[in-house]
């Protein structure tokens, strides 16, 4: 879906994938294989992207298409790669610009990025199994299975598994981060 909405923004925007190349940083390889849907871009690409582009990276996954009923199902669901490649998020919402709902797994040691970052949102975070440490701020808070943790995340934050088993949660952002 990802791949063929670039698709026709390249195209409506009179550009081949050599000059969004040239505009993105991007290869025109891996501009190909995303388009294509060989493969997933990270979060990192799809915000370069979306600058190019001038749209947020939830109106990448629009559609006007789509209808005002999205039923999610696993094995159809897009994935993106966090900023830094450090953990992979399973697209459970539909892209409507307004929410977003991700879920992830996070093994022991990992980190959802090396170090905390802020941007303009609200996160909810909903550990499904284990137990997931959040920092915010420098601080930490532990928050285990069946418990939710709501943060501004304009303050600086990252999702840590300190503990010795992987740890699954669902995180709900709004608005979906650029």
Known sequence: MIGSRLKRLRTANGMTLRALAERSGLSVTMLSQIERGVTEPSLRSLRTLAGVFG???AELFHDDAVPSVHVSRPGARSRIVSPQGRVQYERVSSSNGQLEVLRSTLEPGESS?????AHEAVECVYVLTGELTVVVSEVSYTVGQGEAITIDSRHPHRYLNDSPTPVEFLLSVTPPTP
């Open 55 to 57: 749209q947020s990276v």
């Open 113 to 117: 990025s090396d170090e905390p970052w």
